[in-house]
């Protein structure tokens, strides 16, 4: 056992469990059936494997195929009839596709079918149930099965010369005969059933809308009944014909144009039409906008499952008259009907028709109806797997038909269904509250005490996003989803402003203390703008986005906005100065937090500037908010961006002081400020200035370089000091001495 630890003995281990699982791989057994593909064609392919040896059928061409194996790659040659060739298959890993070419260089892939390939009946007991079988096949065979062309062909007679023909020749033909009965509108009842009478019956197939016809002959053969394959030249010349009294498109996709009640419902099952062509065979304009792609989505599989259960579907009974102006009616009930009509908005260049809104409105209550009837076995291929609320609802009507009656509106598992959603969003609330909370204070930089503040916030979101992905899964009526929707969307919007908010504050206030800490130009005004900007947009986005989900016209707000533009702007013209003065103060810059500024009649410390004013501290500790449009056009004095401060001083020597003295008080003071660090030399002015009343006035200017009021005032009082006790040195004489001596000796 211990050896078995070794890195030697590990890695024989490793090399080995990989040469099993290789092998297990390559050994993915051929046997099975294959739904196949080829540029112009396709069929299903039956496989069995047997070692090394594979052979198989696809008889939809008469052909079957022999071949090797070699792991995962399989290598061999088709054959049909006289003709033959070689391929090479290789499968994917998963053992459920392959991708082959032919010797020709054609790529020839499949895909492995779960079970056993679903085979077509084929019933020929009267003309119509051939005509029927051949509609059903051709049907199903341009919705993508392939293989349904082999019944088509099945109940037609190919003449004398059918020996001759090879399968693709035939498939050919019977292609060719479907396209120009397609071309017909005629109900199938019209086809002789048990009545006929003879060997052969002739049926006259109309052009909707005109009088050309395509005529097909039914012929019984050892007791079967046939369709007689036209010539070619003949079928080409009806099919020309029918073709000039009503010109259509005719591009495969053509139907996606909903020129027709029969466009309609080719697009309602065409496996390639996308969610918006298949919601566009509805008329939604009675549902409300909010919810019409969610009301859509189960419309389509309302009405799908409907038409299943009803009876097989042929388009060539729906009428295809794009000029036609009746309504088709399909389907009628007590409940409602389901009928196809030109929509309010077409034109004749461009006819549209769709499910009337009367039939979307029905949808719901014939589903509940139609339930219990089987679908029809015809129907059930074209029936799509059961997703999102129809599986829900499935598995739920297993449980209990109880839980499928009504309750008003809804159903009884749909109220059980919104009252569980509201719960489980209120408990994924609180379990996303901790984990919110932790993260807002990493992002943040902030106590976890003070970032609890996300916590209701996150739930809400959590909760609100719940809800509005589960009630989807519920299939409510339009305006049950409606209201729901409109509840979740305005909580989900102000869970996500509010807790935006938070974190737009949270990261504000840690951006201001690095922006305060450093010299750069990022200073607290523009952060504090951001901020106030981020809170706008917060605010706009939450309101934009429930007017999208509620599918309120926003571009037709704002356009209304530009025809009251005028109006609108006249009533907020101070706001929007304010706001753009913001945009101005930050432009130019003109102070930032903490400068002193003299603005008009207001002086003080600039504390906050914001979108729409700016507060200001006053010397006298109350707080001024000053409109930014008014900032913007004053005259703004930053005093907190001097260089220097300015200190002034005035002393008026007494006329008896002698000139010396004079002089001597004028170098003290110049001494006095050129010994201090904090005055600029180069701009200090001392000197006489004047000859007044009381005296000689000797006056002097100084540049402190000091970073603050405080530090002004200090300087300014120690500079006054030493000039106060250099006159005292110089025992200058008093203006006020003076000026008692001359009122004694008058």
């Known amino acids: 056992m211990p050896n078995l630890l070794r890195p030697r003995a590990l890695g024989r281990l490793l090399v080995l469990a990989i040469a099993l699982l290789s ?105 119509r149930r051939a005509m029927r079988t051949f509609l059903t096949a051709s049907n199903r065979a341009w919705l993508g099965s392939e293989e349904a062309w082999g019944a088509a062909a099945a109940v037609v007679h190919f003449g004398e010369g059918a020996a001759r023909l090879r399968a693709g020749q035939r498939l050919a033909q019977v292609q060719a005969l479907a396209e120009a009965i397609n071309l017909a509108t005629f109900r199938l009842w019209s086809i002789p059933g048990r009545s006929a009478e003879g060997d052969r019956v002739e049926v006259r197939l109309e052009r909707a ?85 969610h009301e859509g989505r189960l419309a389509v599989g309302y009405l799908r499952r409907i038409l299943a259960r009803i009876g097989p579907v042929l388009p060539q009974e729906v009428p295809d008259d794009p000029a ?20 309010p908005d077409a034109t004749p260049e461009a006819p549209r028709w769709a499910v009337t809104a009367d039939s979307v409105a029905a949808l719901r209550p014939l589903y509940g109806a139609l339930e219990a009837m089987p679908t029809d076995p015809e129907s059930s ?50 379990l996303v509250g901790r984990p919110a909370t932790m993260l807002f204070a990493w992002l943040a930089g902030i106590p976890r005490a003070e970032a609890r503040a996300i916590r209701w916030p996150a739930r809400l979101a959590a909760a609100s996003g719940l809800w509005l992905v589960g009630s989807n899964w519920l299939g409510l009526p339009d305006l049950v989803q409606g209201g729901l929707l409109a509840l979740f969307s305005i909580t989900l919007a102000v869970a996500m402003a509010w807790a935006g908010w938070l974190v737009v504050d949270a990261i504000a206030r840690r951006l201001m203390l690095l922006a305060a800490a450093t010299e750069t130009n990022l200073d607290e005004i523009m952060l504090s703008l951001l901020a106030g900007a981020a809170r706008v947009a917060l605010a706009a986005g939450a309101a934009v986005y429930v007017a999208l989900v509620l599918s309120i016209p926003v571009a037709g707000i704002i356009a209304g906005l530009g025809v009251g533009g005028l109006a609108f702007a006249f009533a907020s013209r101070e706001t929007l100065q304010n706001v753009f003065g913001a945009g101005i103060l930050l432009t130019d ?76 008080l004028i170098e003290g003071i110049r001494a006095i400020l050129d010994a201090r660090r904090d005055v600029a030399r180069e701009k200090t002015l001392v000197g006489a200035t004047g000859l007044g009343l009381d005296g000689i006035e000797v006056e002097f200017t100084a540049f402190l370089a000091v970073p603050g009021v405080a530090a002004e005032r200090a300087a300014k009082h120690e500079i006054l000091r030493e000039v106060l006790a250099l006159a005292h040195r110089l025992r200058l004489p008093a203006c006020e001495e003076v000026s008692r001596r001359d009122a004694r000796a008058a």
């Open 381 to 430: 291929a074209m029936l799509p797997e059961a997703t999102g609320y129809f599986a829900v609802r499935q598995w739920v009507s297993g449980l209990s038909p109880w839980l499928v009656t009504r309750l008003g509106p809804i159903e009884t598992w749909q109220v059980i269904g919104i009252l569980g959603l509201v719960a489980a969003g209120w408990l994924l609330g609180f």
């Open 23 to 127: 092998g297990a791989a390559q050994a993915e057994s051929w046997t099975g059936s294959w739904d196949t593909r080829w540029r112009g064609g396709g069929a299903m392919l039956d496989l069995r494997q047997e070692g090394d040896r594979v052979t198989g059928t696809y008889p939809l061409y008469d052909g079957r195929i022999e071949a090797q194996a070699r792991g995962r790659e399989l290598q061999g040659r088709w054959i049909e009839g006289d003709r033959f060739g070689s391929f090479l298959f290789v499968m994917a890993e998963d053992g459920q596709t392959f991708m082959g070419r032919f010797d020709t260089g054609e790529w020839w892939t499949g895909g492995r079918v779960a079970g056993t390939a679903p085979r077509l009946a084929v019933d020929q007991a009267t003309p």
């Open 209 to 293: 809308g005109t009088e050309a016809a395509l005529t097909l002959t039914f012929q019984r053969r050892e007791g079967r009944w046939y369709i007689v394959m036209p010539a070619a030249e003949e079928l080409a010349g009806q099919v020309r014909r029918m073709r000039a009294a009503r010109p259509a498109a005719a591009e495969a996709e053509a139907h996606l144009a909903l020129r027709s009640p029969r466009d309609v419902l080719l697009t309602l099952f065409d496996p390639s039409a996308n969610e918006a062509q298949r919601l566009a065979v509805f008329n939604l304009d009675e549902v409300p906008e909010a919810v019409r792609t």
């Open 589 to 664: 810059r003109p102070f930032k937090r903490g400068d002193s500024i003299v603005a008009g009649e207001v002086r003080g410390t600039v504390e906050k500037v914001g979108i729409r004013s700016t507060r200001v501290r006053t010397a006298d500790d109350s707080l001024v908010v000053v409109p930014n449009g008014k900032l913007a056009d004053a005259t703004i004095n930053n005093m907190g961006t001097r260089r220097h401060r300015v200190a002034t001083g005035k002393v008026v020597v007494a006329w008896t002081a002698r000139p010396e003295q004079v002089d001597a």
């Open 324 to 343: 036609s102006a009746r309504a088709y009616v399909h389907f009628e009930h007590p409940l409602g009907r389901i009928a196809i009509a030109r929509r």
